[in-house]
């Protein structure tokens, strides 16, 4: 029994902490961006796209899986049995538990294409926060090698 509360605290652990990965959207921000200064351009858009936005690839969620498939498949068989499908385990959990992780951070986005008030097209693609629509008039802040389109 205590094999498989280990068996659910480590999936529930790569699923939390793999949760906690950073947006990429209008609103969102990382530590390093705060109290940076952001170029602003103005323009109109001109089209949007919805686009699917891959999630992370951590080792986390790699980790948490083979330790799962390692406690998991320690309990097929006895000794030398055990310990083979233990390895066996610890290595189909990796690969799951990495494409769990991806699975569970992906999230939709938007590539938005703007033309500038210099003539410039652009298209930048970002997380789904904000919605936006042909004609309407926008601001692209850039910054640090980063660029998004708000309001």
Known sequence: MKKHHALALALAS???LSACAPGQGANSYSRSQARTEQSVRMGTVEGVRSVRLEGTRTPIGTIAG????GVAGSTVGGGRGS??????????GGLAGSAIEE??????????????DNGNIIAI??????QFK???R?????GGGVSRVTR
């Open 134 to 136: 042909p004609g309407e």
């Open 83 to 92: 310990t083979i499908a233990a390895v066996i385990g610890a290595v189909a």
């Open 14 to 16: 790569t699923l939390v």
């Open 138 to 142: 926008v601001r692209v802040l850039s």
């Open 66 to 69: 083979g330790v799962v498939g």
């Open 103 to 116: 699975g569970v951070t992906r999230k939709e986005g938007v590539e938005i294409t703007v033309r500038l």
């Open 125 to 130: 693609t970002q997380e789904a926060d904000e």
